[in-house]
């Protein structure tokens, strides 16, 4: 029976080529815009680190009060002073301060042009915390921080451009006039968006080559390469500036249960409270312990763009929607002495509803085809109107080719719910008499 | 003249009705956004910086090495670029405008005033700035050689002399005169006294959050001793090209511990300038073809329906022709009968244009939708009705009253 | 009131010329009841059609109320329908999306007729047939008969010269028949003049004179031998 309707489908839609071609554009449009602008949104909104997502948490304290924050919501990074605090307090199973600098790494071979680098000051546990894939040795230890070792992680493209991909574990690296040892190479290692750093990179950047542990870079005074926001002046020199209530530090903790994520909460509360009775804060203790995707929202990873583009798509695919509506009731509604004729041959309701639910299964694949097309166009325009480390995220990929079809055949299989229902109404008899 | 008996006939059609009203309401609703986010975009990719832009090369350089200190070495790079062939003038700076990256600043007029009159940023230059942006002073005069200072970026940022912005000096003081006014950069800072006010410079940034402060600069005369720095360079007309071509390979000659990105390293203006409007440019682009597209399947659809529903009433406009109807009754019929659905669509879709409105504005600082703009969809979308239902309606008036007297 | 001479109408596809009428005659008086009669496609139809002026012809003279019709424009013959012409149709064309009131008021409307005298005119039209008491019915909601008298009301509504019916009782049971044909008879004798087309001899004979077309031509009952093949063919069926 399928084939049959198929093939009433078929020879239908070639009878109208015109109503036809109408609904399939309707369709491939509105589902082409939605698919593009989705792929944007898709790449922007993903979870960058799945299989960890809900056991790492970004924590915030408010070291600047009521009168320098808006809406009760702490500064979005902390100070060197209590970074540095709750690193020591080890009150999580992992745990680590990170923030940017911006070394350049000098070749051995003095005939070379030093390179400039991507890079963090970070913990021993960042490399374990957020499954940075190590292909040599493996990150340094947590004596190395103690130590404040001049250790390095590279990542496999600087190890290609310095060693030429050989084992470098052991070797130096020149950053700036100064060595440090390698303790392992990872992979090319880029989690979009990159939710450690989501405050200087809004998200999305080129992969970083370099990392080394916080504590030299402190001794080293690297100053932050990203966002340094200060609520009063720190005053002249380093010693004064780590001193401050400046802000330029992020600091993430891995706590494997809720319950432990709960205690951590507790102790942060605990710690800003102490700094009230010490007289520090001014303030009732304002801290927040935040997951991947809770802190990603938070920051507006999502660029503006991104989330109006999908929002005028959305109407755009139901307008389209609307419109096939109409065309459908136009074409079913022309064949309603057909219809009858049908009925009176002994079709039921069912069958009718089979018959026309498949020919507008038809224009939906036809659409959805089209669709494709188009969305294959769309996703290579997105880089007009995304920046590129976005567009290069949308992809047309199998899952979003799978999408495409379905979307585009269930959207015209609603549409066509209500004229097949009309249509299923055509009385036999009446439309046997003469109109 | 036939309205109330075309209203009667509608009610006997609701779901088409409803169907071609809806589509307009919902193209009306995005079209008036997706048009006022394109005014939106263009009046700001339009905005001029108070520069003159042509022939003026920016360069992002990093010294590397372990050196702290880094006067001398930007002295000498300054040096070699101003004597370079085709350069006119050249210095450097912390940030320019449209760069996308800054320094941002409260600034008051009493020292200690817990809140700040207004937002500035803060340019650090020295006595060659004015003459490379070909920015034009209006009142006062420029930074000399011997006033400009290193100054390490940790210490205060307040300097003796300051040139700010002529829109700075109105949003400050009242009368807008500000020539040896003094005005204060940080709360504990001390005073500056402004000695000279140019006519325009744009901030960095081109977002919306620097919006309500975007012609608000103040330039002090310091070269920050930092190992970041930008160097702007204006080139003799018609040696832009050269110029830029040669700059990389005089700096790295100058000294070779340096990173110039191969990308935006060195780049015209007018590259800093279609890079920083990028995204609104785009915005505006998709939005015109959103438009475009919307219209075309919204005049597509009504055709589809309108041609349908001649079909499907050959036989009265037959009986009414022969009941003395002209040509041109049935013509009008067909057009103010769209018209009338278009018109509850366009009631519709108003409302809905503002309801969609209301929403881009809690969530992304938009601004309110002038009434201008769904006036413009509405008179658009009321025309686009009448076009699409012209050539189904010139079918219907050219059905003949014989058509009455057949039978189906 | 209606005067063809040597009327013609041809129908031309691309191979042959067929004649719908041919030296068509007829000559209706004011105040007349003409049954026009004749086997299916004689032209009965098509003499109607373009006496209705629903269709040209192509050839010969066609004289309406004195005004010789084959000069007018589109918009005339329009304005001509609307205001001389009363129609009665077989399939009784009434609006299926308009009430009642609504239909008896569509000619008017074309007339341009202030809202109050539209007012008066339906409903005496309506009180003539009997159905005011519907006037806010759809057709759909009515029974042959009674949409007959709604197309007879919306009919004489404007007042028109001449009343052309086609077949008015042909999708009619007898019962309403005879009733739509008590109507008209009652509308002539008022001075009305009226045209019928019908195939129904008993029809027909109610009427004050019957014209018979054979062939697309009016042909003299007295004298033409198949007219008394026909009636004698008649007779013995009854």
Known sequence: ?????????????????????????????????????????????????????????????????????????????????????????????????????????????????PMRQGAYAVGADFFTMFDAPFIQGGPWTSEDDDKHASTIVIDRKLNEKLFNGGQSVGKQVNLDGRLFRVTGVIDEWNPQPRFFDVVNTGGFDDAPGVYIPYNRAIDLQLATNGNNNCSSDPGEGWDNYIRSECIWNAF???????????????????????????????????????????????????????????????????????????????????????????????????????????????????????????????????????????????????????????????????????????????????????? | MQIKPILAALRRHKAGTILIALQIALTLAIVCNALFIIQERVSRLSRTTGMDESNVIAIANRYVGPATVFGPTIKTDLAAIRNMAGVEDAYATNSYPLRNGGWSMGVRLIPDAKKEITSTTLYFVDDHALRTLGVKLIEGRNFNAGEVIMLDPRK??????????????????????????TIYLSQEGKPSTVIGVVEKLQVPWVGTWAGSFDQHAVLLPATLDA????????????????????????????NRMRVIPEEGGVRSFEDVRRRAYETDRGMAILMGIVCAVLLAITAAGIVGLSSFWVGQRRKQIGVRRALGATKGDILSYFMTENFLIALGGVIVGSALAYGMNQWLLEQFEMQRLSLVYVITGVVALLLLGQAAVLAPALRASRVSPVEATRSV | MLKMSHLAKVYRTEVVETYALRDFNINVKEGEFVAVTGPSGSGKTTFLTIAGLLETFTGGEYHLDGVEVSKLDDNARSRIRNEKIGFIFQAFNLIPDLNVFDNVEVPLRYRGMKAAERKQRIMDALERVGLASRAKHYPAELSGGQQQRVAIARALAGSPRLLLADEPTGNLDTQMARGVMELLEEIHREGATIVMVTHDPELAARAQRNVHVIDGQVVDLAEDPRFHAASHLADTAS
């Open chain 1, 1 to 113: 029976m399928f084939a049959y309707y198929l093939q009433l489908g078929l020879r239908s839609l070639r009878r109208n080529p015109m109503l036809t071609a109408l609904m399939v554009m309707a369709i491939g449009f509105g589902v082409a815009a939605s698919m593009t602008t989705y792929s944007v949104f898709r790449a922007t909104s993903r979870n960058p680190i799945p299989q960890k997502s809900d056991v790492l948490y970004m924590a915030q304290v408010d070291n600047w009060g009521p009168e320098n924050t808006e809406k009760g919501e702490p500064p979005n990074a902390l100070s060197y002073i209590d970074a540095m605090a709750l690193m020591r307090a080890k009150k999580a199973s992992r745990q680590t301060a990170i923030y940017p600098i911006g070394p350049s790494v000098i070749p051995e071979d003095a005939g070379r042009l």
């Open chain 1, 252 to 435: 993430w903790v891995e706590l494997p249960t809720k319950a432990a994520a709960a205690d951590y909460k507790r102790f942060l509360q605990g710690y800003a409270s102490e700094q009230q009775r010490a007289g520090r804060f001014r303030w009732a203790p304002n801290v927040r312990l935040r997951g991947v995707m809770e802190w990603l929202d938070v920051q507006h990873v999502v660029p503006p763009e991104s989330q109006i583009s999908l929002a005028v798509a959305f109407g755009f695919l139901i307008i389209c929607l609307v419109n096939t509506i109409g065309l459908l009731l136009a074409k079913f509604m022309r064949r309603a002495p057909e219809i009858g004729v049908r009925r009176a041959l002994g079709a039921s309701r069912r069958t009718i509803y089979a018959q026309f639910l498949i020919e507008a299964g038809t224009v939906g694949l036809a659409g959805g085809l089209l669709g494709l097309i188009l969305t294959g166009i769309g996703v290579l325009g997105v880089g007009l109107v995304f920046p590129k480390d976005i567009a290069r995220l949308a992809t047309l990929d199998p899952s979003l080719v799978l999408l495409t079809l379905v979307v585009a055949i269930a959207a015209s299989l609603i549409a066509a719910f209500y004229p097949t229902w009309r249509a299923a109404q055509v009385q036999p008899a009446w439309q046997l008499k003469s109109n």
């Open chain 2, 156 to 181: 205060s940022t307040a300097l003796p002399q300051v040139i700010i912005t002529k829109a700075l000096a109105q949003k400050l003081f009242a009368d807008g005169k500000s020539l040896g006014k």
């Open chain 2, 227 to 254: 190992n970041y720095q930008n160097f702007l360079v204006r080139a003799r007309p018609g040696q832009q090209e050269a110029v830029l071509k040669a700059l990389p390979k005089l700096l790295i000659d100058t």
